[in-house]
């Protein structure tokens, strides 16, 4: 399945970070939400997600939910995967920045597939 990544890097001041995961008949729009000082350690207190068509129509959840919140185990994973897209390794190309990405598409997939009917 061929998808395009983009990540969204933030302004010094801003605590929210938007990311989107372009597929050819649907997107992912993930919101993360950080605590703390963004230029020192900061924290993510939560992570979104909902998806869209390629018209910007959100599809709705399984529960009629225009929107999941990553919470529990799924959050400590997503954190260790967004963590790697940004590392010094992953933006100075010393580690396979493919292998990376997928890591985190398939995971955004999961969470899609167990949540969302796609037809």
């Given at each position: ?59 709705q959840t399984k529960d009629n939910n225009g929107r999941l919140k990553i919470k ?21 190309r010393l580690i396979n920045r493919q292998e990376a990405q997928k890591d985190y ?15």
């Open positions: 399945m061929n998808y395009t990544l983009e990540l969204k890097t933030q302004e010094s001041y801003s605590n929210i970070i938007f990311n989107t995961i372009v597929f050819d008949s649907f997107k992912v729009n993930i919101v993360e939400r950080y605590t703390g000082r963004m230029n020192f350690n900061p924290k993510l207190s939560y992570a979104l997600f909902k998806v869209r068509t390629p018209d910007n129509t959100i599809i529990g185990n799924n959050l400590d994973t997503y954190t260790k995967l967004t963590d790697v897209l940004k590392s010094y390794d992953y933006k100075n598409v398939n995971f955004i997939l999961s969470l899609v597939i167990g949540n969302y009917e796609l037809n």
